[in-house]
Nanobody
């Protein structure tokens, strides 16, 4: 079992930056692929980014590529999402998730464990 807790959300102006963190208290964290998803009011859950167990492979949604960076520190059981050049359309609840392979990582239904989410609001 993997317990995930997101943090770092908040209110930021258009063009600003935030860094989200996802902390895992599970000692087998380093064996999992990790993903970030988001859900805006009235919208369906949307894939944002994913990273493999070692951090050597990453995948991004077209809407965030070039602005967001996913990374991980396995020694600290933590995955990050650095968000730059934020836009109003980035406003959403952001969720961290874990799965056992780096296959089908864009599909939320494939993930085994989920955090409770953290709110990101970009003013416009």
């Amino acid at each position: 079992q993997v317990q995930l807790v997101e943090s770092g959300g908040g209110l930021v102006q258009t063009g600003g930056s935030l860094r989200l963190s996802c902390a895992a208290s599970e000692r087998t964290f380093s064996s999992y692929a990790m993903g970030w998803f988001r859900q805006a009011p009235g919208k369906e859950r949307e894939f944002v980014a994913a990273i493999n167990w070692s951090g050597g492979s990453t995948i991004y949604a077209d809407s965030v590529r070039g602005r967001f960076t996913i990374s991980r520190d396995n020694a600290k059981n933590t995955v990050f999402l650095q968000m730059n050049s934020l836009k109003a359309e980035d406003t959403a609840d952001y969720y961290c998730a874990a799965k056992r392979s780096f296959i089908s990582v864009r599909a939320a239904r494939e993930y085994d464990y989920w955090g409770q989410g953290t709110q990101v609001t970009v003013s416009s």
